[in-house]
């Protein structure tokens, strides 16, 4: 079973790491939420991807140079509809929150690779074991000391380092971490890697694949997730149903932004 995560929720239907973004995933029976996580001033885990505020609420500066209460007076929904003009920026207790009484997995990555978050990987994880989502979490970063990190303070955490660039035999890399699961780009993947991952018993779940013809590709192979701006269509995808000749999958697809997003 190949399960389908929404990037920063269903991101091309809603905007993206909001609330509204979280519960369209939901409605579109995605299996999991792919979020981003960085720490405000007054250190509170908020979801957001950009370090800068400027493409999603229009104001200067940077995440950690607002105290969670400051954020919350932006509007984070406006830049992509005015239908979501009002959408604030969520506080990771927030969705845990809202996640609880659902069925859905949870991908958390930190967003510290440019800036640092010092504490923030403790921070999220006690968050975390408060509500008591510890099984129904996978926590990914591109700062792989920060995944080193997390699993010196739990060596049970399931960890996936993120990557994008083409590693040789990047299996033995995800061991040596210690890590039994690997979220590269989409683009590093080939039949010889996938098979390599297999091999040594690495979940795989490779982002961010809006492509029908890949999907089915990825499907095939079994890899344990992908992640998807539309959740939407790779259900269709994965049950067999989705075809090219349908007028509202064909206008729904000719809108996607087809550029590789960082993760």
């Given amino acids: 079973m190949t399960y389908i995560f929404a990037h920063r929720g269903a991101s091309k239907y809603a905007p993206e790491n909001t609330m509204a973004a979280f519960r369209k995933a939901y409605e579109l029976k995605a299996d999991g939420i792919e979020l981003d996580v960085q720490l405000t001033k007054d250190k509170v885990p908020v979801i957001i991807h950009d370090e800068s505020l400027k493409r999603t609420t229009s104001v200067k500066g940077f995440v950690g140079e607002y105290t969670f209460e400051e954020l919350r007076c932006l509007d984070a929904g406006k830049w992509f509809s005015k239908k979501f003009k009002g959408e604030k920026i969520p506080s990771l207790e927030e969705f845990l929150i809202w996640m609880k009484p659902t069925h859905l997995l949870l991908n958390i990555e930190f ?36 995944l080193k990190e997390l699993k010196n303070l739990d060596a049970s955490v399931d960890i996936a380092p993120l990557y994008s660039n083409g590693l040789y035999e990047p299996w033995k890399y995800v061991q040596q971490l210690p890590a039994y699961s690997a979220h590269p780009s989409w683009r590093t993947l080939n039949q010889t890697i996938l098979n390599g991952f297999k091999n040594a018993g690495i979940k795989v779940r490779p982002y961010t694949i809006n492509d029908p013809k890949r999907m089915k590709w990825l499907f095939e192979n079994e890899v344990e997730a992908i992640v998807t701006d539309i959740p939407d269509v790779a259900r269709a995808v994965k049950a067999g149903t989705h075809s090219t000749k349908g007028k509202k999958v064909i206008n729904a697809l000719q809108k996607i932004n087809l550029k590789s997003w960082r993760s």
């Fill in 111 to 146: 967003k510290n690779n440019i800036l640092p978050y010092y504490g923030m990987e403790k921070i999220v994880y006690d968050l975390v074991k408060l509500h008591g989502l510890e099984d129904r979490l996978i926590y990914s970063s591109f700062n792989h000391y920060s």
